[in-house]
């Protein structure tokens, strides 16, 4: 991974640490896009979207699948998403997208299937950057 990604999500880690993320995503929208969902709470047609099977291109590398992240955390999940998504404006493409954040979202969902409930917003921001810090785009 570049130097300069490399310090962009360290100061973005640092950022997780120490500010009020709460605050600074109070105006965020929820994220959808690259066949991935976030929101505070599901609905009928939400999870039926979740179990259509997900876009198709032949450049991907994981098995496409909609993920639908359903956490009371949505906004700084959303707010999160959106920074990684400038750290990583010059990596990703129209296939690798669906990759990425995928990637990202299985990650936090991992998570909240692991804490059941009982999830940290730090952690679970945390969680999400050091999956970010793994890939390789």
């Given at each position: 991974?570049?130097?300069?990604?490399?310090?962009?999500?360290?100061?973005?880690?640092?950022?997780?640490?120490?500010?009020?993320?709460?605050?600074?995503?109070a105006?965020?929208?929820?994220?959808a896009?690259?066949?991935?969902?976030?929101?505070?709470?599901?609905?009928?047609?939400?999870?039926?979207?979740?179990?259509?099977?997900?876009l198709?291109?032949?450049?991907?590398?994981?098995?496409?699948?909609?993920?639908?992240?359903?956490?009371?955390?949505?906004?700084?999940?959303?707010?999160?998403?959106?920074?990684?998504?400038?750290?990583?404006?010059?990596?990703?493409?129209?296939?690798?997208?669906?990759?990425?954040?995928?990637?990202?979202?299985?990650?936090?969902?991992?998570?909240?299937?692991?804490?059941?409930?009982?999830?940290?917003?730090?952690?679970?921001?945390?969680?999400?950057?050091?999956?970010?810090?793994?890939?390789?785009?």
């Amino acid at each position: 991974m570049d130097t300069n990604i490399q310090e962009m999500l360290n100061r973005l880690e640092e950022q997780v640490k120490s500010e009020d993320i709460s605050g600074k995503a109070a105006s965020t929208l929820d994220w959808a896009g690259a066949d991935v969902i976030i929101k505070k709470s599901t609905n009928p047609e939400l999870e039926e979207w979740a179990l259509k099977g997900g876009l198709v291109l032949g450049f991907q590398n994981k098995a496409p699948k909609r993920r639908l992240v359903i956490t009371k955390y949505s906004k700084e999940l959303s707010w999160l998403f959106e920074q990684l998504k400038h750290v990583f404006s010059h990596k990703i493409d129209y296939a690798s997208k669906y990759d990425f954040y995928g990637s990202l979202a299985e990650s936090a969902i991992n998570y909240l299937n692991t804490k059941e409930g009982d999830e940290d917003l730090r952690d679970l921001l945390l969680t999400v950057i050091a999956t970010a810090k793994g890939l390789v785009l």
